[in-house]
Every structure is written in C-alpha cells, then in structure tokens.
C-alpha cells in the first residue's frame, strides 16, 4: 500500500447463501462481490458506479464491516498505521472504524423521527463516549458547516425538507473528523435544484477538511461532476477503472460504452438510441465455485465464443502513474484499436 | 401550437386544482392552460410536487377523493369528432370509463406495485380489451399475446399466465405498455415510465414507447423530471413549478435558449455527463411547502433574477416570446395577475 493511499480493497468477496427447505440447507450462493480489488487516495473521490443489484452497495458495507466479508482483504490506513479491516477483532474494529463513517441515500427512512436533530447527530458522538455539555456546541459547529442554522437542533426530522434532511445526515458522517466518507447514493432521492446543493456541499467539504469520498452512485452525470477516479461494476465484479475524463472519452470496456450512451443528454439536437445494449442483467446466483466467462457476455455486443469460457481478469491496459487505465475483456487489444464510443 | 383547433384531440383550459387536508387546502394545479394534437409528443417537467402528475390524473378524472376540480374545462374530441367537456362528468360515469383505457391510457411510475399480484398477466391486459370491445375469448388471447410479442417479451405464448412478480422491472414496464396499448388508444399518458429503471432499461423501455407511438400513431403526454429523458421524447415541453406553468414551448427552443429563470437554472443544476467546467448552480433554497405557497411569481423566494416588488404581489402573465414560446415572468412583461383571479386568455 503506498502513502498516498487510504484505502486498498484486495480480491473482496461476499457471498450470501441461499437456503431451502425445512431444515435451511444451503443449496447456493448469491456472489453479489466477486473478487472486487482497488484503491482510494487520500483527499480524492473514488466513484464506483453500476446498476441495481450489481454489489455496489455490498462492496460499501463490506469495507464498513457491517457485513462480514467472505474473503479478501481490506486495508485500511489510520493514525498512520495499516489495518487489514477485514479481520480486526472487535475492540479494534471499533477503534478503526471512527475513521470511516457513510452517508445513506433515503434521507427519509435513515434519520429517526422520534429524535431531535441534535440527538441524531451527536449519536456517533455518544458511541464514543462524550458527554452532552461537551458535543452540544460540537454539534452546533457540524450543522453550521453543513449550511443549516444551528438553532435547529431542537427540531424533529419532519419539520426539515429532503435537501436539509440530507444535510443532517452528513452533518452526522463528518461528526468524528471521518478520514473516509462512503456515501452510498446520497443524491438520488433529491429533486435536481437540491442534488446541486449537496453535491457543491460535499464537494466544499472536501476542499475544507480534506476528507475523502467513497462515492456510489448509478447516474453518470453525478459521477463524472464529483469523482476523480471511477470503479464500473457490473454483477458483482469490477470491468474498468480509470480517472474520469479518461473513463468518459476513452471508454475500453463494451459495458462502460454501453452505460454512457444509454445516458440521454439534455441537448436535445443530439443523437440517443443509437446504441441500445440488449437484455437485462443476470441472476448472480451460481451453484459452482469456478468463475467461468465474462459475466458482460451475454449482452456484449462484441462477444466471441471465447468471452464465455475464458477466465476474465482487470487488467492494466495503460500503467502510466495518474492516468492508470485497467480494464476486464479480453478483446480489449482489438477494441482499442477500432476505439469505443465515450462522450463526445 | 398544433396548427388549427381541429387538430387537437385534448384542451385543457385554465384547469385548478384543489386537495381539502385537514392541515389545510393544497392548491396542487393553478391555471393551466395545454393541449396535445394527433400524433403529437407533449412532455412536463419539474419537481416534485409541481402539480405534473395531478395534472395528467385530472385528465382521467383519477383523483383521490380529496382532490376537487374548482376550474376549468378539459375538451377531449373522440373519434366521430365530438369535443366532450371530461370535467363535466361525473369520475364513475359511464362516459368517462368510456374513455379511460380506451381513448387514453395511462402507464404508470412503479411497475411493481401497479400490478395486482393476484391475477396473471393475461387477466389484466385482457380487462381493458374485454370490458371495451365485443370479442371472442379465443381472440382476447391471441390479441394479448400479440402485444407482449410486440412489447419484446421473449416467448409470449407462456408468459401470458404468468404473475407480475415473475418479471424484471423492465420487463414488467413492457407489459404494462402492452396492457395501455391494448385498446389502441388515441392518448397515451406516461407517467415517469423509466424512473425506477436502470439506465440500460430506460433507454430500452423509451425506445419503446418511441416505437409503439410511431405504430400506432399515438399521441404522447409524457411526465418526468428527467430533462434529459423529456429532451429526446417530446416535441413540446411544458415547465411546471408550484402548479403553474412558467415556460411552454418547442423542445429546442426552450432547452437551447431558455427564458424563465426557473428553466435557466434547473438546465444549469444538473451536472453533464459531457462533464462541467468549475460548479454547477444550484438553485437557492428548496420547493416551498405546499400549503405555504408564496404570493405572487411562485419561484420568486429561489429567484436570482426577481425584478421588483411585483414579483411578490402578482402573477407575472404568460407572454409569446418567439413563435409557440411562452413565458410568464417580469422580465418579459409587466402585466400581472392578481391572486386567486382567473387567468385571461
């Protein structure tokens, strides 16, 4: 792990099983993360991006330990030690995990209604054990930061509209100088005027306090606005990471290709169903151990017999420092020669 | 905007709105004014609680029951020609549910619970055709099964019997497509069809619905927040903010050069997938609640172009600005209309 980054997620695996019958044998499992492998840096915003059910949010609450993984290994960088999260016992865990908090995307459903604003952000506080008289006006200083006014600490969740809701719920993340935030869709229950206030906020914190973002989100406008570096998943496994502008204008994986023309843009005097990809996304569920194909396969577009059988790993296609290029398909020489459709 | 009155199928003239709460009374429509010609792709736009939906589920007649119309008329001409007033009748009329399903349809956002999980496709798509139109069972089958091959649903002939919890999300908006296009209606009203879809499945089921309306020569009353999607689905674009329009015209126009400040700064505050120089704007503030709605120009609490004290006193009027564009807002006229006052034509 090098200085420059703070987290590194190495070959992560959960899988769920999946029980039948009376006696709950096991008969499968759900490999919603798949051998998933990268790295944050420090003070950046690393997206990771996908469709519903692809394991974006598993991967998220994997690296939190509010899962336990299956395998893999999670490293962690804190007060300037290395820690393997993925098998810290729990004293240390909760030691660690000061380090890394999450923002939720209902801001409805993930503050308590039965609690004033105060109570819920200071309830990081409280797990750490500080006093009211100390985390009151600690508490003050977090919604002020936020954009709210700090007179409302007194106030239930209802009286506050979706955008400060949200606001409270970072307000919450930041309560513990967090090196590591994961917000895992944070904007995509807001109406769009407010998407941009939260994400300016999110955006000016990081300029402010130096924090960095793990950023799960499905809409690559939000993606490419706020991330410096981006992970596409798709069912349970990552097939391209790059940095942004790279990743947008020089796609090298078909589903990437696919994702960024499926997002219609607001000029209307542009080209949209062009390049409609077909078919849905699979079942992730599978009875044997061995990985076989690429799991894009069957509605890859640029598909051979060989994509179905091969064993597909992330590769590096461009190994040059910053402008690191990796890509999972095996076709990739032959695609980058013709070159993949990115945004104009 | 169509280029006589004859050739509009639906005219919905200075339409209001009004929902009785026991907190209060929430004006959810204020005065809208739109139509939609043969063939023709009509879009809203806006946020949440703008009034969009309310407005296309007046159109039905499908309101809650607390939800009253105060105003307005809503002419519909039906296939001999007859213009019918639908706010004239009564929402369980025999005319109405003439209409409903068959002269327009509707698709709603939730596919997941806008199906009965009791019953099997075949017996809700079936419904609308059976209780529409005189025609043998064998037929009804043959014509349901006809529709979900024409949606795109693989292997028909065995779906047709399944229940709506055996599809995808996506597949299931297609077979609730197929389920509105039934009875050929003449409307289709699609009601945020692709919000709870991936991006793939959006493009898929909007290709779709593009598809179905050229077949079968519909016209399309689309309703999203979405500016990207209504930007390659419509004609004509309606922008609704607090149950008032504030900008109407062609897509172009008013996506290229926008003239409310509303429109201005909601095509501002969404980031581009092209990629933004420095921040977006964001609009000040946040859509005030609904029984609190502020005096005069609605938006003018989140305005950074507001003119005068008029902004808060009256309702800026609706002015052409170019061709089919219009606009209500102070930087363009100065003639307003006070509250709770009936819009002049």
Known sequence: ?????????????????????????????????????????????????????????????????????????????????????????????????????????????????????????????????????????????????????????????????????????????????????????????????????????????????????????????????????????????????????????????????????????????????TNIIEGEITEMTEDSDEKAGCPFAPRCSYSTDKCFTAEIELQEWNSDGDQKHSTACIRISELAEKGLTGVK | MADGENDLILDVKNLEVKFYHDQGVVSAVNGVDFNIGEGQSIGFVGESACGKTVTASTVLRILPPSGDIINGTINFRDTSGQIKDLAQYDSDSSELRKIRGNDIAMIFQEPMTAFSPVHTLYNQISEAILLHQDLPQKEVRARVINLLDQVGIPEPEERVDDYSFEFSGGMRQRAMIAMALACEPRILIADEPTTALDVTIQAQVLKLIKDMQQDYGLSLHLITHDLGVIAHMVDYVYIMYLGRIVEKGPIQEVFLDPKHPYTRDLLGSIPSIKGVEGKIASIQGSVPDAYHMPPGCSFHPRCRDVVGDKCSSAVPQSVEIEPEHYTSCYKYTDRGVKENVKHVR
Not at chain 1, 106 to 123: H, Q
Not at chain 1, 249 to 270: C, F, G, K, M, Q
């Open chain 1, 1 to 273: 792990m090098s200085d420059k980054e703070l987290l590194k997620v190495n070959k992560l695996k959960k899988y769920f099983p999946q029980k039948e019958g009376f006696l709950r044998r096991v008969t499968g499992y759900v490999k919603a993360v798949d051998g998933v492998s990268f790295s944050v840096e420090e003070g950046r915003t690393m997206g990771l991006v996908g469709e519903s059910g692809c394991g974006k949010t598993t991967t998220a609450r994997v690296i939190l330990r509010a899962w336990e993984p299956t395998s893999g290994d999670i490293l962690f960088r804190s007060n300037g030690q290395v820690y393997n999260m993925a098998n810290l016992e729990k004293e240390e865990l909760k030691k660690v995990r000061q380090d890394i908090q999450m923002i939720f995307q209902d801001p409805y459903s993930s503050l308590n209604g039965r609690m004033p604003v105060l109570d819920i952000v200071a309830e990081p506080l409280q797990a750490y054990g500080w006093k009211r008289s100390e985390y009151e006006d600690r508490v003050k200083e977090l919604l002020d930061v936020v954009g709210l006014d700090p007179s409302y600490i007194k106030r239930y969740p209802h009286a506050f509209s979706g955008g400060q809701r949200q606001r409270i719920g970072i307000a919450r993340a930041l309560a513990l100088n967090p090196s590591l935030v994961v917000a895992d869709e944070p904007v995509s229950a807001l109406d769009v005027s407010v998407q941009a206030q939260v994400l300016n906020l999110l955006d000016d914190l990081q300029e402010e306090l130096g924090v960095t973002y793990l950023f799960i989100a499905h809409d690559l406008s939000v993606i490419r606005y706020i991330c410096d570096k981006v992970a596409v998943m798709y069912l349970g496994n990552l097939v391209e990471v790059a940095p942004k502008d790279e990743l947008f204008t020089n796609p090298l994986h078909p589903y990437t290709e696919s994702l960024i023309s499926a997002v219609p843009d607001t000029d209307p005097r542009e080209e949209w169903f």
